[in-house]
């Protein structure tokens, strides 16, 4: 059984970082793991994604040159690090696992999320 279970999530002023963590569990890893992120009356948006096999890593647009992904293998665990955050950054992120193919950016290629973790920046 699959289970992704995020953490790290609070409340930072605007400029800080934080560290948001994924612990993956099951069989196998799959192809690569995502973080999307969804603030209230939005739609869900892609943060970024990292494959397993080679930490290959894409990024969305409004995130480029502040969030980082990367792996930890050993552990099966996927962080997101977030610096010089802002209010627009607020919302609850996710992480997900593709284990085919597909765009990306594209929510419904993944096959596993977790329940999320919230992150709020404050002004």
């Known amino acids: 059984q699959v289970r992704l279970v995020e953490s790290g999530g609070g409340l930072v002023q605007a400029g800080g970082s934080l560290r948001l963590s994924c612990v993956a569990s099951?069989?196998?890893?799959?192809?690569?793991m995502a973080w999307f992120r969804q603030a209230p009356g939005k739609q869900r948006e892609f943060v970024g994604a990292?494959?397993?096999?080679?930490?290959?890593?894409t990024y969305g647009d409004s995130v480029k040159g502040r969030f980082t992904i990367a792996t930890d293998n050993a552990k099966n665990t996927v962080y997101l690090q977030m610096y010089a955050l802002k209010p627009e950054d607020t919302g609850v992120y996710s992480c997900?696992?593709?284990?085919?193919?597909?765009?990306?950016?594209?929510?419904?290629?993944?096959?596993?999320w977790g329940q999320g973790t919230q992150v709020t920046v404050s002004s």
């Open positions: 990292i494959r397993w096999h080679d930490r290959w890593t």
């Open positions: 997900a696992r593709k284990d085919g193919l597909g765009a990306d950016h594209v929510a419904h290629t993944y096959d596993f």
């Open positions: 099951g069989r196998t890893r799959g192809r690569q």
